[in-house]
């Protein structure tokens, strides 16, 4: 079993920055892909980044945000730039253990997730 906890999140003026962590627990095999969704309310849950352990592949729903993974901590962050009103949701870590791109929400494991909230 595999326990994400996302921290991070909070309250930031459109144009800024945030940077949201998420520390993975149990064996570093079911972290293969680590990921970043959000939601928002009314909204369906979308991918943000992506990548895989070998940085085989990556996937960013904007070049705002970018991904990078600590192995040796069982760790993936997520750098928010230039933040917009737009970017307000929860945002949940998530893991995979199979190799692959994977771009939809059938990660095996989740976050509770944290808030981002944008101010205009």
């Known amino acids: 079993q595999v326990l994400l906890v996302e921290s991070g999140g909070g309250l930031v003026q459109a144009g800024g920055s945030l940077n949201l962590s998420c520390i993975a627990s149990g064996h570093s095999d079911h972290t293969f892909i680590m990921g970043w969704f959000r939601q928002a309310p009314g909204k369906e849950r979308e991918l943000v980044a992506a990548?895989?352990?070998?940085?085989s592949w990556q996937f960013y729903v904007t070049d705002r945000f970018s991904i990078s993974r600590d192995n040796v901590k069982n760790a993936v962050f997520l750098e928010m730039n230039n933040l917009k009103v737009e970017d307000t949701a929860e945002y949940y870590c998530?893991?995979?253990?199979?190799?692959?791109?994977?771009?939809?929400?059938?990660?095996?494991?989740w976050g509770q997730g944290t808030q981002v909230i944008v101010s205009s």
């Open positions: 990548m895989d352990r070998v940085n």
């Open positions: 998530a893991a995979d253990s199979r190799k692959g791109i994977r771009t939809d929400t059938s990660y095996e494991y």
